[in-house]
């Protein structure tokens, strides 16, 4: 089965510092690879997916960017956080319709 | 634009009762819809996941149908626990790029 690895659990950071969160994929190769946002008494909202090395998808425009520089790692970034990126992050990954989701990382920003 | 929506957001009921918590979406052009379970603070867990051909699924205690034509799924959860408290989540895929639409949950407390 898979497992979605994701640190750090919990993250305070102020405004205008940069942040990296990331993500690793266990028991698959080439999953699809999503990072999704999760505001407190809402669903998700997904930002970014990959189907490949190199190939992100945006959904939403924003101050964050993903990357993928290896088959199983997924990688969400920001220059200079803003107040508004403070949530819940959530990792996914799958090779069909099944997502396997990561334990998630909740970013303060102050 | 396909929406999601779950009714009602919290729920709280006693233990050993028998409880369904709804699904609707208002594209019933689905290629599957998934019902999802999260505890506080942590990642989701999926339960169950019913293509677009099945009337429903079963797992458990647990058993999720679908009625594509009415843009309706239930979560049927029998004998409910305290362990079961926690949010259930419900999402819908349109198309083979394997995305999922959301929706913002339903919020479930069994009191023992």
């Known amino acids: 089965s898979q497992t979605i690895h994701q640190w750090p659990a919990t993250l305070v950071q102020p405004v205008g510092s940069p942040l990296s969160l990331e993500c690793t994929v266990e028991g698959t190769s080439n999953p699809n690879l999503y990072w999704y946002r999760q505001a407190a008494g809402r669903g998700l909202q997904l930002l970014f997916y990959s189907v490949g090395i190199g190939q992100i998808s945006s959904e939403v425009p924003q101050n964050l960017s993903a990357s993928r520089p290896q088959d199983r790692q997924f990688i969400l970034s920001s220059k200079k956080l803003l107040l508004s990126d403070s949530g819940f992050y959530l990792c996914a990954g799958g090779r069909t319709y099944e997502q396997y989701f990561g334990p998630g990382t909740r970013l303060t920003v102050t | 634009k396909q929406e999601v929506t779950q009714i009602p957001a919290a729920l709280s009921v006693p233990e050993g009762e028998n409880l369904v918590l709804n699904c609707s979406f208002t594209d019933s052009a689905i290629y599957n819809l998934q019902w999802f379970r999260q505890d506080p603070g942590k990642g989701l867990t999926s339960l169950l996941l019913i293509q677009s051909s099945q009337r429903e699924q079963t797992s458990g205690r647990l058993n999720a149908s679908l009625d594509k034509s009415s843009g309706r799924s239930t979560l049927y959860i029998a004998a409910s626990q305290p362990g079961d408290s926690a949010t259930y989540l419900c999402?819908?895929?349109?198309?083979?790029?394997?995305?999922?639409?959301w929706g913002a949950g339903t919020k479930l407390i069994i009191k023992p």
């Open positions: 999402a819908v895929s349109m198309d083979s790029n394997y995305q999922l639409i």
